[in-house]
C-alpha cells in the first residue's frame, strides 16, 4: 500500500509540475491531503460567516457534481482507455488527480464506493437542506445513433446516479445523460425523467451530438413539455475527449433548443474556448454566450453556471464581467465542477487576491477549508469574490428553483 501511495504521489506531483509548465511546482503540497472534520477555528471563521449570509441552504443544490470510480462496486461505471492506459500519460495523470480529489484512490476493491462516502461526507459538514446534483455520463455515439466505447473518456450510468439519489435523498439530486441519436432516446428520456431525473447533461464535444441539428427535435420536445433543463457544456473541453467534435460546443448551437422551449444551462458559462459567430468570425466562446443571453429566444429559458471559472485556466476579466452583469445574476447558477475543486494545482486563491478578485486576508482560511471540504470551499470563493464592490447575488446561489420545477 506504502508503495502505491508514493507512486501515486509521483505521478500527481509530476502531473502538476506538467501542467504547470515546470517543475517548480513539483510539491506534494499540492496534492489533496484528504482530511475530514473542519477544525473548530476555521468554523468560526468570519469568512465562512460572510459566505453563508443571505443564503438558504435549503435551497442551494451544487447544480454541477461528477460521479467517479473504475466500475469495481457495481456502478457500472466504466473508464476509457484514454483514462486508463499509461500510454496516454497526460489524461491517465489526469485521471488520477480526478480520484485524489475524490479521496478515492486509497480504496482498491472499493473505488466507487470511497468516492460517494467521501462525497457523502462533504455534504454533512454542510447545513442541511444542502444538495448536490450527481452526473450520469453518456459514451460517444456516432451519426447512427452507436455508442463508440473507443471514443469515449469514461461512462457513468443513468442507473447508478438514480440509485445513489434514491438511497440519499437528504444530500443527492441526480442528472441523466442520454444521447439524442439513440434509437431509444425518447423513450429513455421519459423514463429517466418518471425516476426522478432533475435534468439532462451534455458534453456535446465529448459524446458527439449537434444541438443544432434536427434530430434533436423529438428529444427537445420532451424537455420541454416536462420542464426538465439540458445543462451543456460549451466552449472548448479540456478535461475529457471524445471525437473530433468541438465545434459542437459553440453556445450558438443551442438556439433550435431555445426555440423549442428548453430550459438550458451553459456549463462553465462557456469560459473557455472559441467559436466561430454568425459572419463565420472566430470569438471567445463566452462573449458567443453573453451574446445568446442577450437574444429574445433566450428570455426565460437560458441560464449559465459558475462552475470553474476561479480556474487558473480562466482569465479574471471574465469572473469581473459575470460579477459586474448584475442583470444575469437571476440566470447564473452555482456549480462547483466537483471533484475539480480538490485539485489543488487548478485554482489559486493568492492569484484571485492578486488580481483584485478575493480579500488577501480570506486566502489563509480558504486554503486550509479546501483540504477538509472542497465543496465549501468552491461555495465560499464564489461567494467571496468581489470586485470594486460587485459580488455575486444570493440569487445565483439559489439554485433549487430551476431544477425542482419540473417535479413540483
Known amino acids: 500500500m506504502k508503495a502505491d501511495r508514493r507512486r501515486f504521489l509521483g505521478w500527481l506531483a509530476g502531473a502538476a509540475g ?10 506534494p503540497l499540492l496534492v489533496n491531503q484528504c482530511r475530514v472534520a473542519i477544525p473548530a477555528g476555521l468554523i468560526d471563521s468570519p469568512w465562512l460567516k460572510q459566505a453563508w449570509a443571505d443564503v438558504d441552504p435549503a435551497q442551494l443544490w451544487d447544480c454541477h457534481v461528477h460521479l467517479a470510480g473504475i466500475g469495481d462496486g457495481g456502478s457500472g461505471i466504466v473508464v476509457g482507455p484514454q483514462l486508463s492506459s499509461p500510454l496516454h500519460p497526460l489524461h491517465y495523470a489526469q485521471r488520477l488527480f480526478y480520484m485524489n480529489a475524490g479521496c478515492a484512490h486509497e480504496a482498491p476493491g472499493k473505488v466507487d464506493q470511497a468516492y460517494v462516502a467521501r462525497l457523502l461526507n462533504l455534504c454533512d459538514a454542510m447545513p ?18 452507436d455508442a463508440h466505447p473507443e471514443h469515449s473518456a ?44 432533475r435534468a439532462v447533461k451534455w458534453l456535446p464535444a465529448a459524446m458527439g451530438m449537434d444541438p443544432a441539428a434536427a434530430r434533436c427535435d423529438a428529444f427537445y420536445r420532451v424537455l420541454a413539455e416536462s420542464g426538465t433543463p ?12 471524445g471525437s473530433d467534435t468541438q465545434a459542437f460546443g459553440n453556445p450558438l448551437r443551442l438556439r433550435r433548443a431555445l426555440d423549442a422551449g428548453v430550459k438550458v444551462v451553459v456549463a462553465h458559462c462557456a469560459s473557455l474556448g ?3 459567430d454568425d459572419a463565420g468570425k472566430p470569438r471567445a466562446s463566452f462573449d458567443l454566450f453573453l451574446q445568446l443571453m442577450a437574444e429574445p429566444r433566450a428570455k426565460g429559458l437560458l ?38 475543486p480538490g485539485i489543488v494545482p487548478l485554482t489559486s486563491t493568492a ?41 455575486f447575488s444570493p440569487a445565483v446561489f439559489n ?5 425542482a420545477a419540473s417535479h413540483a
Open 18 to 27: 506538467l501542467a504547470a509548465g515546470g517543475g517548480a511546482l513539483a510539491k
Open 128 to 145: 442541511a437542506g444542502f444538495k448536490v446534483m450527481l452526473f450520469a455520463f453518456e459514451r460517444f455515439h456516432d451519426g447512427r445513433g
Open 154 to 197: 469514461f461512462y457513468v450510468p443513468n442507473a447508478w446516479a438514480a440509485k445513489l439519489a434514491g438511497d440519499f435523498p437528504a444530500r443527492f439530486e441526480w442528472v441523466a445523460s442520454l444521447h439524442p441519436y439513440h434509437a431509444a432516446a425518447v423513450d429513455d428520456l421519459q423514463q429517466a425523467i418518471s425516476q426522478g431525473a
Open 230 to 241: 439540458l445543462i451543456v457544456h460549451c466552449g472548448e473541453e479540456k478535461a475529457v475527449k
Open 274 to 276: 472559441e467559436g466561430l
Open 303 to 340: 441560464h449559465g453556471d459558475i462552475s470553474a471559472i476561479t480556474q487558473r485556466n480562466r482569465k479574471p476579466a471574465l469572473i469581473r464581467t459575470l460579477l459586474e452583469r448584475g442583470d444575469l445574476h437571476d440566470r447564473l447558477l452555482h456549480g462547483s465542477d466537483y471533484p475539480l
Open 351 to 391: 492569484s484571485l487576491a492578486r488580481a483584485g478578485l478575493l480579500p488577501k486576508a480570506a486566502v489563509h482560511d480558504l486554503d486550509i477549508l479546501r483540504q477538509h471540504n472542497p465543496l465549501l470551499f468552491d461555495f465560499t470563493l464564489k461567494r467571496l469574490l468581489n470586485w470594486q464592490g460587485h459580488s
Open 399 to 403: 439554485t433549487r428553483r430551476l431544477f
